[in-house]
């Protein structure tokens, strides 16, 4: 059968996330075609065969490869969930020199082809390996997105629903900084079926406690995850379908994104988690949301955390 490109993903990483990520655009319908790269060769063969016996049942069919890096030339996306994993009490930031060797490596082998597409980065520790990703590869801030914060947005309005019993759908609530130990919530804009969170607690006996407690279980939920089954891969897989998604159909949605800042909140030269504006451009504009002085506070800690890491990357940079 003759194949006609449209929507092409490249998937770097075919370890947990990346699997799940693959199986999630496959059954979703969301890609034309996706070629699947990792060290690990054989599993990629075998999850290819597994995904085509799965697509075949989708009522979309994909087309489906053992990608190589000259897939990239015409990719319209590059995911990148390549990396070393989070281990058991391990910070996410722990991470950030093995992986950025690792991403030496990926980057000059995709820009060898001249790739034009835009980035997806999943790696963590997620907004420093985005950071990385500009400045190797050169490219202009909108075409290099990470993860962010999205899914631990989503955690937390699965925490509040939990706590509510109100759909999360009906809850507007963010999560922003780095994703990580010093992410926080966005407490003062959080709206519950139409309500301020303020207006509706007048209502319902919700504690200050309790809303505290389903803060610490969103940010310790990978941790959590981690220690029973050995690493997160659904909740992040669903993430970065969002972010295709928002992308390929060209939907004009604000995600909480790891987005590059330029003036932005006072700070500069740094990605980290906000709202952000996704289309088929990329990430084409950065929300200021009003933050309280407390939350203010909090965002500032979390960017000079990310940019004291930074600068132990600068060696990588120099040409």
Not at 35 to 43: G, L
Not at 69 to 76: L, R
Not at 235 to 241: E, F, W
Request: overall charge negative.
């Amino acid at each position: 059968m003759e194949y006609t490109k449209s929507n092409k993903v490249v998937l770097i990483g075919d370890g947990a996330v990346g699997s799940s990520y693959a199986y999630t655009l496959v059954t979703q319908g969301i890609v034309d075609e996706l070629a699947i790269i990792d060290v690990n060769k054989e599993r990629v063969a075998g999850d290819v065969k597994d995904l085509a016996y799965a697509s075949a049942l989708c009522a979309k069919n994909a087309h489906l490869k053992v990608g190589t890096y000259e897939d990239c030339a015409d990719a319209d996306i590059i995911v990148i969930t390549a990396g070393v994993n989070q281990q058991p009490h391990e910070t996410r930031l722990d991470l950030v020199t093995k992986n950025t060797e690792i991403y030496k490596e990926i980057i000059a082998n995709i820009m060898a082809y001249k790739f034009s597409g835009i980035f997806i980065i999943a790696t963590n520790p997620v907004d420093i390996m985005a950071y990385v990703t500009k400045k190797l590869s050169g490219f202009p801030k909108e075409k290099v997105i990470g993860s962010g914060t999205v899914l631990d947005s989503a955690r937390f309005k699965h925490e509040l629903a939990l706590l509510t019993k109100i759909s999360p759908a009906n809850i507007d609530a963010q999560i922003i900084g780095e994703h990580g130990d010093s992410e926080l919530a966005v407490w003062s804009n959080v709206q519950i079926a139409g309500q301020s969170l303020n207006n509706f607690r007048t209502q319902y006996t919700i504690s200050e406690n309790d809303l505290n407690q389903a803060f610490i279980n969103t940010k310790e939920a990978a941790y959590h995850i981690i220690s029973a089954k050995g690493a997160t891969c659904y909740g992040i897989a669903m993430a970065l379908t969002e972010i295709t998604v928002a992308i390929l159909s060209n939907q004009n949605k604000v995600l909480t994104v790891s987005s590059y800042l330029e003036n932005n909140y006072g700070y500069n030269d740094v990605y980290i988690g906000v709202p952000t504006l996704i289309n088929r451009n990329g990430a084409m504009k950065v929300y200021e949301v009003v933050l309280n002085t407390k939350e203010k506070e909090q965002f500032k800690d979390s960017i000079l955390i990310l940019k004291d890491t930074q600068k132990k990357l600068r060696n990588y940079f120099i040409a």
